[in-house]
């Protein structure tokens, strides 16, 4: 079956410390994968996609195949990346996608 | 500018008086969808269209219409609206067959009372 998983609900780290988002997915065929970002009161925002290999406020995903993940990592976060992160991967040319529950950021001050 | 519009931002109904989310986009887009988004639940997908004339089902399409006459349009219908429809609503659009990824509107939190 087709699935993402984001593990952990809430995520709660200090200013200036290491992040990372867990992604997990499940898929037969070759993934399209997406993070997403919704900051407060706010739409979602595309964030990265992996195969564009972008970095973008800090932040980097990496696809490792062989453990079927996409986790968000920046190495030092910052108050305002406390937000809600959602995982998205794409079925393929139809352009739907399979999204993860979501984790909430917070970064304490 | 880029963007995806939807109207209103925020409403407040009774249960059974019919109404209309508008959503349009001004990117030539193929592909535009309907999400809700609540507490715990992430977000779910209503309806889903490929292109003029072409919807489909998403996971949750219970109680809601959408029609596609033109691009650039995608309405959210929901002909007799109850309290469990009480959600945060975004519409959505995509050119690039997925990898592209989605341009979200700026969402309609509606309340039925």
């Known amino acids: 079956a087709q699935r993402v998983t984001q593990p952990e609900k809430l995520l709660s780290v200090f200013k200036g410390a290491p992040v990372e988002l867990k992604c997990n997915y499940s898929y037969s065929g070759s993934p399209e994968l997406f993070w997403y970002v919704q900051y407060s009161r706010q739409r979602l925002q595309l964030l990265l996609r992996h195969i564009s290999r972008e970095s973008i406020k800090g932040f980097t995903a990496d696809l490792n195949k062989g453990e079927t993940s996409f986790h968000l990592k920046k190495p030092f976060a910052q108050e305002e990346d406390s937000a809600m992160y959602y995982c998205?991967?794409?079925?393929?040319?139809?352009?739907?996608?399979?999204w993860g529950a979501g984790t909430k950021l917070i970064i304490k001050p | 500018e880029a963007q995806v519009t939807q109207n209103p931002r925020y409403l407040i109904t009774v249960t059974g008086k019919k109404l209309t989310v508008t959503c349009s986009q001004n990117?030539?887009?193929?592909?535009m969808s309907w999400y809700r988004q609540d507490p715990g639940l992430g977000l779910r997908q209503i309806y889903y269209s490929m292109n003029v004339e072409v919807t489909d089902k998403g996971d949750v399409p219970e109680g809601y219409k959408v029609s596609r006459k033109e691009k650039r349009n995608f309405p959210l219908i929901l002909e007799s609206p109850s309290p469990n429809q009480t959600s945060l609503y975004f519409c959505?659009?995509?050119?690039?067959?997925?990898?592209?990824?989605?341009?979200f509107g700026s969402g309609t939190r509606l309340t039925v009372v």
């Open positions: 998205a991967l794409s079925r393929g040319s139809n352009y739907q996608l399979i």
């Open positions: 959505a659009s995509s050119g690039g067959a997925g990898v592209d990824g989605y341009t």
């Open positions: 990117m030539n887009h193929e592909y």
